[in-house]
């Protein structure tokens, strides 16, 4: 059984310091022990607008946002007045006392927890969230040290005179807790001993550290939501570890700078969102007809058009699967928790050099986002795979020689290999052809690479439960871990978990499907994208789907409700 | 080197007498009198008639997309900046399709040689208007003429950043080959703008009107001031077509500006990174 998950929220206004408070406790409880799990909404706003974080923490693993709050921070009314029905008996309302918050209609045994939270900033708005911070880890039995530590470190640049506000700040908020509600302290941040320390990042940052670590050398990322953390990372740590960053004009540019950077050898990238992507379809398939490696990262939100900037979604599979005109290999890898962002990242690099082609790591804003707990990563096992490639001479290179597997072996200018990497259709050396058995042979030859692909490198699918069961439940991307946290209560229910959308591992999922009593489709998009991908490669239709498109994740009681109004029929 | 070790199996396929057979020349003359091979340059086009010319010269090179052969370029030039990076490309490709990437390129100033094989037509496409046909030109786009006033390329290029802006004539073959290598030469974005007559699509801009209107910058013209420059690139007209370098000025290249390669192209380090602890260490 596993350990229960505190939940603490905090809401405000923009420009209040509420994901940067709930970044706080968030690191305060890992340096304690904790495992973590952070879920962030905001408008797509720099001012103003409601925003809240959600710091969810446990002495075990956290798999998904949950909804309930064990202790709701309200910096403005909005916050009570959005999140007060979340509150049960046992829970705590953290208010400014300075304040006339209403808080009329709280659940019978809500506990009010007013804090002079004004007063105790010295009239200094800035310091609010301090404050509030403070009083809410002595409520929880935290370290007050351990923020102190935290402050100095958020703002060593800043100096004493940023500093020293924040400490008093914060002991001010945590002296008061302490004093007045001493009864109420809970011992739920108590520092936990001997735990190892881990890591706090989100997907952004997971896939930024994931490329760095797959030998990243050329990145070209145009901003946009939820993407920009990995260009931010990237670009801070370019100096220091030998490869570029370059913000482009467009992402048309960002795709084309990505290829041209591959066909000279190095290890490429681009980022974007769908909007972007769709102007990176036209270099896309460039990549694909080149047979130029190239990684590309899509992170998906609400669309179509600007849709939910600042939202998340899974709506943008099909048409990662079928962007760009004509038939091209394209290897399609979907990342469901921090795990995946790095390692599946990592891998894309190798793949995209072994197989010559463009690899796309699908996440979306919720993974980009939210702060997670993880034990270090560690790039010592890997092995950095260049693929077919040679840098010797040789006057004879056919760039594009017909092969078994698919795969020619590549070169790079400066070698003095002459090619032509040609986005018309050519022949072996890349000479424009439109004879027949070169556009034959030279198309097969392509395609033929995501067989290979299929036999070597892809894994059978991650099924999660007994192999026979009632019911059996099918998702991808991050509505993983809300998937993972429902099954806790459902044991003889299994859960087919996909990550590799092309090549599709498409026997194993026959072979599971087919022998399923029961199929459920869980997915974040209006018209069940997966289950479409499914039907075409398996034949296999579902019809049940659980379906969310309002731009929220999953929550655990959602798929639990779903689970049992099929297992238990009114 | 010799002008048959860049012959390839391909014949060219332009029509005769198209200026993108003296384009070819001037550049393939140059390759021969600089050196140019696969070992130290790379060939960038974009779709056109004027992409044709990759098929045709013997060096590495890329084809690229309609209107990307500037980004594709730049890419492949900050990775391996050691390489002589040409990009082949039309009015079209370059000014409309592509016309982002291009005042982009100049002000970034990346050491590139930006050929603009400039038809003031649509060669490929048999014959449409493009950005730099003038008002009232007729084409199968604009049968009663066109609407739109024509860009101008070197004005545009001085404005935006570029530090080498000249503009040759493909009737010129010697003069042409001389000024690419000058181009070469220059330290930074060099854009040439070479008047290239397309003898099917482009009944105006021939052989003869540039042949009779065309004149050559002399020592008289410095072409070291922007405001006199940009004046420069302003005339236009019946015997006033100036040709040569309209602007050149020494400015740091956009890969100096990144200490990583500094003493390597990027393509030499090792992408093998085994201990990033450091790194992670960051994130704890
Ligand atoms: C995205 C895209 N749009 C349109 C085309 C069709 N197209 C090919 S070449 C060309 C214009 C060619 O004009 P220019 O660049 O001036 O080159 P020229 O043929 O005159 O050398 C067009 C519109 C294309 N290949 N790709
Ligand atoms: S159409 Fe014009 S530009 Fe194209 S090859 Fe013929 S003459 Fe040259």
């Not at chain 1, 703002?155 to 509600?181: C, Q, S, T, W, Y």
Request: negative net charge; contains cysteine.
């Amino acid at each position: 059984m596993s350990a229960p998950i505190y939940s603490l929220k905090i809401g405000g206004q923009a420009g209040q310091g509420i994901k940067s408070s709930g970044q706080l406790i968030a690191k305060v409880a890992s340096r304690s022990g904790y495992h973590i799990h952070t879920y962030t909404e905001f408008p797509s706003l720099i001012r103003g607008g409601h925003n809240i974080t959600q710091v969810l923490f446990s002495p075990d693993e956290i798999a998904a946002p949950l909804r309930q709050t064990d202790l709701l921070i309200a910096l403005n009314q909005d916050t009570i007045t959005r999140h007060l029905a979340e509150l049960v008996s046992g829970s705590g309302l953290l208010f400014d006392a300075d304040k006339k918050f209403r808080t009329a209609g709280a659940a019978p045994g809500v506990r009010l927890l007013p804090v002079p939270l004004a007063k105790l900033s010295g009239g200094q708005e800035l310091l609010i969230n301090t404050v509030a911070v403070g009083a809410a880890l002595a409520l929880l039995g935290g370290r007050l040290d351990t923020l102190n530590d935290l402050l100095r470190a958020e703002f060593a640049d800043k100096g004493d005179a940023v500093i020293r506000p924040n400490l008093e700040a914060a002991a001010a908020g945590f002296d008061f807790a302490a004093r007045n509600f001493a009864a109420q302290v809970e011992p739920r941040l108590t520092p936990l001993p001997d735990r190892p320390r881990q890591m706090i990042v989100n997907g952004a940052e997971a896939v930024a550290l994931g490329a760095i670590a797959g030998g990243l050398q050329f990145a070209a990322i145009y901003p946009m939501s939820p993407i920009s953390g990995i260009l931010r990372v990237l670009a801070q740590y370019q100096a220091e570890y030998g490869y570029i960053y370059k913000q482009p004009e467009d992402e048309i540019s960002a795709v084309n700078m990505a290829v041209g950077a591959g066909f000279a050898g190095a290890r490429a990238m681009t980022a974007t969102s769908g909007g972007g992507f769709c102007l990176m379809t036209e270099g896309y398939g460039l990549a694909g007809m080149t047979e130029t490696p190239v990684v590309i990262v899509e992170g998906m939100r609400p669309g179509p058009a600007t849709g939910l900037p600042t939202w998340s979604a899974q709506s943008d599979l099909q048409f990662i699967l079928h962007a760009h005109q004509g038939d091209f290999p394209r290897i399609v890898l979907a990342a469901s928790d921090i795990r995946d962002a790095f390692y599946l990242t990592r891998q894309a690099f190798n793949l995209a050099a072994k197989y010559q082609t463009p690899v796309v790591v699908i996440i979306d804003k919720d993974l980009c986002d939210d702060d997670h707990s993880y034990p270090v990563f560690d790039n010592s096992d890997f092995k950095l795979d260049r693929g077919k490639f040679t840098s010797d001479f040789n006057p004879g290179f056919a760039r594009y020689y017909i092969e078994s597997d698919g795969i020619s072996t590549r070169s790079a200018p400066g070698t003095g290999n002459f090619f032509i990497a040609n986005s018309d259709e050519h022949n072996q050396q890349g000479f424009s052809s439109e004879d027949i058995s070169d556009v034959v042979s030279q198309q097969a030859k392509r395609l033929r690479k995501l067989d290979t692909c299929a036999q070597t490198d892809m894994p059978a699918p991650q099924l999660i439960g007994p192999p026979d069961a009632p019911l059996t439940l099918v998702s991808w991307g991050s509505n993983r871990g809300a998937v993972l946290h429902a099954l806790r209560d459902f044991p003889d229910v299994n859960y087919l978990h996909l990550t590799w959308m092309s090549p599709f591992p498409t026997t194993a999922v026959t072979s599971q499907l087919s022998r399923a009593r029961h199929i459920i489709d869980i997915e974040s998009n209006a018209t069940a994208q997966l289950a479409q991908l499914i039907a075409a490669q398996t034949g296999i239709t579902i019809t049940d789907h659980l379906l969310k498109f309002d731009g929220r994740p999953f929550f655990p009681d959602e798929i639990s409700a779903k689970i049992n109004s099929v297992l238990h029929p009114a | 080197m010799q002008l048959s070790d860049l012959a390839t199996v391909c014949s060219p396929n332009w029509c005769p007498g198209c200026g993108d057979l003296a384009i070819w020349g001037a550049f393939k003359s140059a390759c021969v009198s600089e050196g140019w091979d696969s070992t130290n340059t790379a060939l960038v086009a974009g779709i056109g008639c004027h992409g044709h010319l990759l098929n045709f010269t013997k060096l590495v090179s890329f084809e690229g997309l309609h209107g990307r052969a500037i980004p594709l370029a730049f890419g492949l030039k900050m990775s391996n900046h050691r390489l002589n990076v040409f990009v082949f490309t039309g009015d079209g490709d370059c000014l409309s399709e592509g016309g982002n990437h291009f005042i982009h390129a100049c002000r970034r100033n990346p050491n590139l040689k930006i050929f603009i094989h400039d038809n003031a037509i649509y060669g490929l496409t048999t014959g449409q208007t493009s950005p730099t046909s003038p008002l009232g030109f007729k084409s199968k786009s604009t049968p009663e003429g066109n609407a739109d006033f024509p860009l101008n390329p070197l004005a545009l290029a001085i404005a935006s950043g570029a530090t080498f802006v000249a503009r040759g004539y493909a009737g010129d073959i010697p003069g042409l080959s001389a000024l690419m290598i000058k181009a070469q030469q220059h330290q930074g974005l060099a854009v040439v703008d070479i008047l290239q007559p397309c003898v099917t699509f482009n009944k105006e801009y021939t052989h003869t009107f540039y042949r009779e209107n065309t004149y050559q910058l002399d020592g008289s013209y410095q072409p070291t001031d922007k405001i006199a420059a940009f004046q420069k690139a302003q005339e236009w007209g019946l015997k006033s077509i100036p040709l040569g370098i309209f602007y050149a000025v020494d400015s740091p290249t956009y890969e100096s500006r990144f200490p990583q390669i500094a003493a390597t192209p990027l393509v030499d380090h090792s992408p093998d990174r085994p201990d990033l602890s450091g790194l992670f260490r960051k994130f704890v």
